[in-house]
């Protein structure tokens, strides 16, 4: 098995096409935005650059890393010949499933359809094909080519082949695949969005500051970034939807956002991409300073 198709060229698109390519497979890369692929080629060479200065790869694993990249615009050309697709497109129900349908139609029959969602169910993308057994969720961290963990998502009908194909050919990159099954958050955000969410709650009450947050956080418990940062760092709308999935998935109030949280998204204030959310990044992100509404 040695053809892959990457779906969307973004931030995880973009890391998932470098680490398959680093290890030799023949990766289509595919993105309805022709810059956007060219922003990501752009974003692995730099990052292929940091290897290499890094001594982790030579200078020829970097051209052969480049050379196993193909750009594609359309997806019926782009999956033809692809043995597994990995879809890393925005994050939208209605976009997911229409592309989920596109992928049965052109994709070979036999081909493994993956995606790479941070919450939407994989039950639900997988109803809309008629391979259900085939249909996997592989949630990359981000950054991909550095973050060892691939959660694993079985779908309610992911056949059993399927999931021991998706963990074998995670440790084939030298990740770490732990299998979980399809419930709204999957493992990773079930814990991490209720923390954030917390620690959100816990600036609204005035408990403690923002630095004085994440410094409890980073210091106590050994985190490396706090849970304010780190949620400006995703994103404070991606945070906010993924709350309201599980919000919605379960039913119980105690994942409910915080209403300072929706706020902030309804302001625009969405963290390091709109250059403000607890920290204000118009500096950059090194001088990231705590907004001075969140100061004590
Ligand atoms: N950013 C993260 O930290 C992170 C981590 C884990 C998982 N995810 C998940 O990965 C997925 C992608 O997130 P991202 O942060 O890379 O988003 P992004 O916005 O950086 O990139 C999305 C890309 O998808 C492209 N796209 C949109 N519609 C398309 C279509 N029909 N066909 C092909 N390409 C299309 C866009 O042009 C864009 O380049 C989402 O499902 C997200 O939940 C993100």
């Known amino acids: 098995m040695k053809n892959i198709a990457v779906i969307g060229s973004g931030t ?18 595919i993105d309805v935005n022709n810059e956007a692929l060219e922003r990501a080629i752009s ?5 292929l650059d940091r290897q290499v200065a890094k001594g982790t790869i030579t200078e020829a694993d970097k051209a052969n890393t480049l050379k196993n990249i193909t750009n594609f615009t359309q997806i ?6 692809a043995d597994l697709i990995v879809e890393a497109a925005t994050e939208n129900l209605e976009l997911k499933l229409k592309i989920f349908k596109d992928l049965d139609t052109f994709a070979k029959p036999e081909a493994i359809l993956a995606s790479n969602t941070s919450s939407i169910s994989i039950t639900k993308i997988a109803s809309v094909t008629n391979r259900g057994d085939k249909v996997i969720g592989m949630h990359f961290m981000n950054p991909v080519p550095v973050m060892k963990l691939v959660e694993v998502i079985r779908g309610y009908a992911t056949s059993d082949e399927t999931t021991a194909f998706v963990m074998d050919l995670s440790t084939k990159l030298s990740k770490a695949p ?10 990773a955000n079930r814990i991490l969005m209720p923390m954030i ?10 408990v403690a500051g923002v630095e004085e947050i994440d410094t409890v956080m980073k210091l106590g418990m050994a985190h490396p970034m706090g849970p304010l940062q780190l949620a400006d760092f995703i994103g404070l709308d991606v945070c906010l939807a993924i709350l309201n999935v599980l919000h919605d998935g379960f039913g119980n109030p105690k994942y409910a956002p915080c209403p300072l949280l929706v706020n902030m998204v309804t302001a625009g204030n969405k963290g390091v991409k709109s250059g403000e959310g607890f920290y204000n990044y118009a500096k950059g992100i090194k ?7 969140f100061s004590k």
């Open 197 to 206: 969410n917390e620690a959100i709650y816990t600036l609204y009450e005035s």
């Open 287 to 293: 001088e990231a300073v705590v907004a001075s509404k």
């Open 12 to 29: 995880m698109g973009n890391g998932i096409a470098h680490t398959f390519a680093q290890f030799g497979y023949q990766v289509n890369l």
């Open 43 to 47: 974003t692995i060479g730099k990052n």
């Open 178 to 187: 732990v299998e979980v099954n399809d419930y709204p958050g999957f493992v």
């Open 76 to 81: 019926a050309e782009g999956v033809a010949n």
